[in-house]
């Protein structure tokens, strides 16, 4: 009587087997149809669509300037000693990391600051970290308009006679179309950037 | 003679300070022309318990020491009314925590300038003492240290 019992629970723990390999086979090829990004994926958001700026030129830009290039967009000012420096180090290592891919992205330091960040302050701080680094300002509304559209975050902390800005701190990346991708992270690597930008220059 | 006197009191108190308190790595991040603000990094290691209370620079108008703080990826910045030193503990002001906040800056900081910074510190029986250091201006894009740990400075091609 035990024997066919035995056989049943044979039959069943293979098929069990079977249904895990299927399950797991599943999984891979499921994750191998769409990326994975280390930063926060945001694709298809109803906001951060476009900006409309000015260079230290005097031009003005907006997204469609950039099209064919991943754009890495944050939002800082130059009179931030830690975390916009850190950025930008990061952002040229970046770069760095990209090689010969390093071309097709545009790195953009929008400033939250237009009052203190006048134009050759703008271009002479950025071009610091990289030459190829683009600084973008606005009047007082559109830097307004464009922190609304970028659900991004600035105020005016008065100190010591002066001010400073408490800012949020997360890059924007966009894809070669134009495309809101992908918010990163302020403790993330330069390698988990770049491993994400990689991913939106290969437009996945 | 009576200069002499002065200097050498000068420096003698200088001495009993650094005994004190002492400073290691001390540096200045450049900046840009017209940009107005900027922040000094260093290490500070105290014999005694004490508190940074003060700094100072003839390069700013205004100096402060300033803590950043990350609340939901929002950076904020703010003027603390001083930093403990627990006796022989290393304290640390670098990008990602305290910095010596140097604003209404009096010209460009060049990379490779000595910058002077005062720092004054207070120790438990309410008496203060300062010092006097020199800190070097790094280019703007010099990362901390601690940036770098996280990911591969040593694997970095340049």
């Known amino acids: 009587m035990a024997y066919p019992l035995r056989a049943l629970a044979r039959v069943l723990a293979a098929s069990g087997l079977l249904a895990l390999l299927v399950l797991v086979a599943g999984c891979q090829r499921a994750d191998e149809g769409r990326a994975v990004f280390r930063g926060l994926d945001l694709t298809g958001a109803s906001y951060g669509r476009d900006f409309r700026l000015t260079d230290p030129e005097g031009r003005e830009r907006t997204l469609a300037d950039f099209k064919g290039q991943v754009v890495l ?31 097709r992205l545009q790195v953009i330091f929008v400033t939250i600051d237009p009052e203190r960040d006048l134009p050759a302050v703008l271009k002479g701080y950025t071009a610091a970290f990289d030459p190829a680094f683009l600084g973008l300002y606005g009047d007082a509304e559109r830097t307004r308009q464009t922190a609304q559209e970028f ?8 100190t010591g006679g002066s001010y400073t800005m408490d800012h949020s701190t997360l890059s924007y990346a966009f894809d070669p179309q134009g495309r809101l991708r992908l918010a990163l992270r302020h403790e993330q690597s330069a390698q988990d950037y770049a491993h994400d930008l990689r991913l939106l220059l290969q437009n996945l | 003679m009576k200069r002499l006197t002065l200097s050498l009191a000068a420096l003698m108190m200088a001495v009993a300070a650094q005994a004190q308190v002492s400073v290691k790595d001390a540096w200045v991040r450049a900046t840009v022309p017209q940009q107005q ?19 100072r620079s003839p390069v700013a108008g205004v100096v402060e020491i300033h803590e950043m703080a990350m609340v939901d990826q929002v950076m904020k910045m703010r003027a603390v009314p001083g930093l403990e030193l627990p006796a022989g503990k290393m304290v640390e002001l670098k990008p990602g925590g305290y910095h010596v906040m140097l604003m209404d800056l009096k010209g460009q900081v060049k990379d490779g300038d000595m910058v002077p910074l005062t720092l004054v510190v207070e120790g438990k029986d309410g008496k203060r003492q300062t010092l006097e250091l020199k800190a070097p201006a790094r280019p703007l894009n010099a990362a901390a240290q601690k940036d770098m740990s996280q990911g591969g400075h040593g694997a970095m091609k340049h």
Not at chain 2, 37 to 55: I, N, P, R, W
Request: proline residues 5%; contains cysteine; glycine residues 6%.
């Open chain 1, 151 to 158: 659900k991004v975050y600035y105020k005016k902390v008065p």
């Open chain 1, 73 to 103: 967009l944050y939002f800082g000012f130059t009179q931030c000693p830690d975390v916009c420096p850190t950025a930008l180090i990061r952002a040229a290592e970046v770069r760095q990391l990209l090689g010969a891919q390093a071309s």
């Open chain 2, 37 to 55: 603000a900027t922040g000094a990094f260093m290490q500070l290691v105290s014999a005694k318990d004490a508190k940074l209370v003060e700094a």
